[in-house]
């Protein structure tokens, strides 16, 4: 685990290296993150990322709602998740979703795919599998713009969390 004095010292390309996937599959966000060094603070570091999404064009949002995997889904299923979306699913028991779930996870996934065009996120951690279920029923009745702030929220919550377990302050 690398300390944020460490991480302040680090060349660019190394910051990106240690934290390009934390912001999942999308390095371009610690890259922009980099420029803001050093940080006195875990928060301080992760407000700085925050704000490189925020002043990101819609497109490169929407590239990084995209590169999130749908929960329980065809990645969880092949074993492709990344480690950190491994443990966070596991540890809300998606991987062990009984048959009946995972009709309903897979149905959820694909009409909310549909209507949002782009995968269902939630901060996994913060919720136990009922809430999981209840939220993506939820969240689904919304309009495309409502889910695309919801989901980058719990994005930035995702993040902090990613943040807190891998650096020490």
Same mark, same amino acid.
């Given at each position: 685990?690398?300390?944020?004095?460490? %991480?302040? #010292?680090?060349?660019?390309?190394?910051?990106?290296?240690?934290?390009?996937? $934390?912001?999942?599959?999308?390095?371009?966000?610690?890259?922009?993150?980099?420029?803001?060094?050093?940080?006195?603070?875990?928060?301080?570091?992760?407000?700085?990322? $925050?704000? +490189? $999404?925020?002043?990101?064009?819609?497109?490169?949002?929407?590239?990084?709602?995209?590169?999130?995997?749908?929960?329980?889904?065809?990645? +969880?299923?092949?074993?492709? %998740?990344?480690?950190?979306?491994?443990?966070?699913?596991?540890?809300?028991?998606?991987?062990?979703?009984?048959?009946?779930?995972?009709?309903?996870?897979?149905?959820?996934?694909?009409?909310?795919?549909?209507?949002?065009?782009?995968?269902?996120?939630?901060?996994?951690?913060?919720?136990? !599998?009922? #809430?999981?279920?209840?939220?993506?029923?939820?969240?689904?009745?919304?309009?495309?713009?409502?889910?695309?702030?919801?989901?980058?929220? #719990? $994005?930035?919550?995702?993040? !902090?969390?990613?943040?807190? +377990?891998?650096?020490?302050?």
């Amino acid at each position: 685990m690398p300390s944020l004095k460490t %991480l302040g #010292q680090m060349a660019p390309e190394a910051f990106v290296a240690q934290l390009g996937g $934390v912001f999942e599959h999308s390095p371009w966000v610690a890259e922009r993150a980099a420029k803001g060094r050093p940080f006195d603070s875990i928060a301080a570091l992760h407000a700085r990322m $925050v704000l +490189a $999404v925020r002043n990101a064009s819609r497109d490169e949002q929407l590239k990084l709602l995209r590169a999130h995997p749908e929960l329980a889904g065809k990645e +969880a299923q092949t074993g492709t %998740l990344t480690d950190d979306s491994t443990r966070e699913q596991r540890g809300a028991g998606l991987t062990n979703l009984d048959a009946a779930e995972k009709a309903q996870i897979s149905r959820l996934n694909a009409d909310y795919r549909t209507k949002h065009g782009f995968p269902f996120i939630i901060a996994v951690r913060n919720y136990t !599998r009922a #809430q999981i279920f209840s939220e993506f029923a939820r969240r689904l009745a919304n309009d495309p713009e409502t889910e695309m702030s919801a989901c980058l929220e #719990q $994005v930035f919550t995702i993040t !902090r969390l990613r943040l807190e +377990a891998m650096i020490t302050d």
